[in-house]
Every structure is written in structure tokens, then in C-alpha cells.
């Protein structure tokens, strides 16, 4: 099994609404998004699609602990997924890590993805974001788009994996 950049993306001046893979490859079996970023509107988390789908099919369950703390959250048709960041609201400067796995890309069957997140503030808080959830869409997925407020140096590289 490999593992291949496809792309990064970093955001330039002034940040921007939005990072989008186009013409995704199609020799791989699964994507992996890295994400190095930060909000900013306050939000922890930006939204992802996969092939401009706006409409009402993604689910996903999120749990959430900040080491004296645990929630959770179920979404079920909602018009996007999370993938999570730093919150604007935190340290300066501190940007969060998160990655999303997607397994079987080129299928024609509904995509399942799974995600995993780190943010801190300084000492007085750190949430990690476990979630997982599906897409209905059965086409395989040639674009993914994050979107959101998203600050200035926040970085997306794209990963490919591949069987060999």
C-alpha cells in the first residue's frame, strides 16, 4: 500500500471561503485530507462535500473530549461533513490538525469517511474531535471542497492511497 500527494493548498492573504480539489485522480482506493488550519469566525470546524453536492446527503456522529468533558452529536441528513480546525477564538496563531480518511473513492456505492482533530488553547482547553459519517452519493468522487472562514496559512494536502 502506498500514499501519494496529489495536492496541497495553502491559503494566501486574507484567507479565503473555501479550498477545492478538482479532477481528483481516479487510479487510487482511498483519499486522505491533512489539514493544518484555523478559523476564522469562531467555528472549530469547516464544512466538506465531495463533488459540489449541496443537498441533503451526509451523516455523521461526532464525539468530543476535552479531558474533563465528553459530548457527542449525530447529524443525519445534513449538506455537508465536518472536517475540524483551530477556533479563531483560541491562542493566536494556533492553528489545529485534522485529518479525514475516505475509503473506496472510485466505488459507485454511498462513501463512508472518518475523521480525527486536535485543538488547544493554550492550557486552558484541548478538544479532540473523533467523528464518522457516510455520503450518499454513489458517483465516484472526482472534487472534494472545504469550506468556511478560512485564515490565511491554513494548509489542505490531498493523499491518494494506492494498493501497490
Known amino acids: 500500500m502506498g500514499m501519494q500527494l496529489?495536492?496541497?493548498?495553502?491559503?494566501?492573504?486574507?484567507?479565503?471561503?473555501?479550498?477545492?480539489?478538482?479532477?481528483?485522480?481516479?487510479?487510487?482506493?482511498?483519499?486522505?485530507?491533512?489539514?493544518?488550519?484555523?478559523?476564522?469566525?469562531?467555528?472549530?470546524?469547516?464544512?466538506?462535500?465531495?463533488?459540489?453536492?449541496?443537498?441533503?446527503?451526509?451523516?455523521?456522529?461526532?464525539?468530543?473530549?476535552?479531558?474533563?468533558?465528553?459530548?457527542?452529536?449525530?447529524?443525519?441528513?445534513?449538506?455537508?461533513?465536518?472536517?475540524?480546525?483551530?477556533?479563531?477564538?483560541?491562542?493566536?496563531?494556533?492553528?489545529?490538525?485534522?485529518s479525514a480518511y475516505i475509503p473506496n473513492y472510485t466505488s459507485n456505492s454511498a462513501k463512508s469517511y472518518s475523521t480525527d482533530a486536535l485543538n488547544e488553547n493554550n492550557s486552558t482547553a484541548s478538544i479532540q474531535n473523533l467523528g464518522a459519517g457516510s455520503w450518499t452519493g454513489t458517483s465516484a468522487i472526482t472534487s472534494l471542497k472545504i469550506y468556511g472562514a478560512i485564515a490565511q496559512y491554513s494548509t489542505a494536502s490531498l493523499y491518494k492511497i494506492t494498493a501497490d
Open 6 to 98: 496529489i495536492e496541497t493548498i495553502e491559503v494566501g492573504a486574507g484567507g479565503a471561503a473555501s479550498i477545492e480539489f478538482t479532477s481528483i485522480p481516479q487510479d487510487g482506493t482511498d483519499l486522505q485530507v491533512v489539514l493544518s488550519s484555523r478559523s476564522t469566525d469562531g467555528n472549530n470546524y469547516f464544512g466538506l462535500q465531495f463533488n459540489n453536492d449541496t443537498g441533503s446527503n451526509y451523516n455523521y456522529k461526532l464525539l468530543s473530549g476535552t479531558g474533563t468533558a465528553v459530548s457527542s452529536a449525530t447529524i443525519t441528513s445534513g449538506s455537508f461533513l465536518r472536517i475540524y480546525s483551530g477556533d479563531s477564538d483560541y491562542t493566536a496563531n494556533t492553528f489545529g490538525n485534522s
